[in-house]
């Protein structure tokens, strides 16, 4: 494995920082590295460095297969209550005619749009508004269940929950106990952001706390259930807050097991109200898919969302720790590109994603929303180029000038 080659040659380094050697040794031997370790890690490791051991962790687990899976996205409204400072994408209550609100019936209209598509997951997440509470979600729910019971429903966040929940007088047990009932199959990690108060104030006042972020998804997880989990990076936290955020995960994941795959979101600078602060570098998002690889040893899999970072950094990603490429994505979310994304028009056909995980020598297998393996497509011959994009038209948003 190279990845085990390459970890050797760093530890028979004699020039190696003790600390840094202490810590690729811990790696080496599988042992888990502390949280004054992991803040090492990002003060100190170089780019270089912090590859080596991810990978080595990456292949160790995973060889060199690549998951992706085909899912679409469903965003029932931009509109919402809260005005997280880093959010690019709703509009605020009184300028609601800007942006979406659907009914029931029209996402059910989108979700039928799918029905001779190969897709295996709906991923619907959006904005909080009072009309999507229990009801309407529970309805969603039963409704998609009933009209394609194959497709795995991945949806909302603590964020919506605890509004919905609290609106409805019920406690976290009860509120997911019934979205289980009604149908839901997983929860998505969004929402997440940075746990510590002093920096969640800041940027997502008025929302769930991490405390609460962190309780609800405990709940899901003991009802069996499966999830995943984020971290908002790259704005006015510090690499202390990091490493609190990926501890308090570490911690929930010993408890439950409950977690498959931590998804690092990178803050985008395009018209929200941190457009002042700079973006982190390339190699800074690199570091930090290569230092959560590292430090999450409970954590299966490490996606990179590649609407977010564009192809080019997903694929050199690969080398850092992730495992995971999302899915054969469509121009059904909104959220990457109007943060200011490289990908405007996030669109890429199943043949596109097979060749850009392989064009890096790694396999690529397509996977269900539970990482049950659907096709290894390593030596998949295409017959013909693929052309479905799954486009559809939403409307049509004004981005405000700045
Ligand atoms: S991040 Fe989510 S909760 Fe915050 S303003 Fe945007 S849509 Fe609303």
Same mark, same amino acid.
């Given at each position: 494995?190279?990845? =085990? ?6 530890? &028979? ?20 590295i502390q949280?004054?370790?992991?803040? %090492?890690?990002? *003060? ?10 991810? &990978? %080595? ?7 060199? &297969?690549?998951?992706?899976n085909? &899912? ?5 409204t !931009? ?32 979700? #039928?749009?799918y ?6 997951e ?10 999507y509470?229990?009801?309407?979600y ?25 509004y ?12 997911? #106990? ?23 104030? /800041? ?5 769930? $706390?991490?405390d /609460? ?14 999830? !995943? ?17 990926m #501890? ?17 979101? =990178? ?20 570091? !930090? %898919? ?24 997903? /694929? ?18 909104k959220?990457? $590109? ?7 028009n996030?669109?890429? !056909? ?7 995980? =392989? =064009? ?16 290894? %497509? ?7 180029? *693929? ?16």
């Amino acid at each position: 494995m190279k990845g =085990k080659e390459d970890l050797e040659v760093l530890l &028979n380094d004699a020039g190696l920082d003790a600390q840094l050697r202490s810590i690729a040794e811990k790696v080496y031997a599988g042992t888990r590295i502390q949280d004054e370790e992991c803040l %090492y890690l990002y *003060e100190k490791a170089p780019l270089a460095y912090t590859g080596v051991l991810a &990978n %080595y962790i990456r292949e160790k687990r995973h060889g060199d &297969n690549t998951y992706f899976n085909r &899912n679409f996205h469903v965003e029932p409204t !931009n509109v919402c209550l809260y005005t997280c400072t880093f959010c690019s994408y709703s509009r605020l209550i009184k300028k609601r005619e800007e942006g979406w609100e659907y009914t029931l019936d029209e996402i059910m209209d989108i979700v #039928r749009t799918y029905d001779d598509k190969p897709v295996t997951e709906v991923h619907i997440v959006g904005g909080v508004l009072p009309q999507y509470d229990v009801k309407f979600y529970t309805e969603l729910f039963r409704q998609i269940h009933a009209h394609r019971p194959s497709l795995h429903v991945k949806a909302l966040t603590p964020v919506e929950y605890h509004y919905m929940f609290k609106k409805e007088k019920i406690d976290y047990a009860t509120g997911m #106990r019934l979205m289980k009932e009604a149908g839901l199959d997983s929860m998505p990690g969004g929402g997440a952001e940075i746990f510590a108060p002093e920096i969640r104030d /800041q940027i997502a006042g008025g929302k769930c $706390s991490g405390d /609460q972020w962190l309780q609800i998804h405990e709940e899901w997880h003991k009802l069996g259930m499966r999830s !995943n989990a984020t971290i908002l990076y790259g704005h006015i936290e510090k690499f202390e807050h990091r490493v609190d955020h990926m #501890r308090q995960l570490r911690e929930l994941q010993d408890k439950t097991g409950g977690f498959q795959t931590f998804i690092p979101l =990178k803050f985008r600078n395009k018209d929200n109200q941190m457009s002042h602060l700079p973006e982190v570098t390339v190699i800074e998002d690199l570091r !930090n %898919y290569a230092i959560s690889r590292i430090y999450l040893d409970n954590f299966e899999h490490i996606k990179a969302y590649w609407p977010m970072i564009s192809r080019q950094v997903a /694929q050199l990603s690969l080398s850092f720790g992730v495992d995971d490429i999302d899915g054969t994505i469509d121009d059904t979310t909104k959220i990457y $590109s109007m943060a200011g994304s490289e990908e405007q028009n996030p669109a890429m !056909n199943t043949q596109e994603l097979v060749d850009l995980i =392989k =064009k890096v020598g790694r396999r690529p297998i397509e996977r269900d929303t539970l990482y049950g393996i659907i096709e290894d %497509y390593t030596d998949h011959v295409f017959e013909e180029a *693929e052309t479905f994009k799954g486009y559809i038209s939403l409307p049509v948003v004004e981005q405000e000038k700045k």
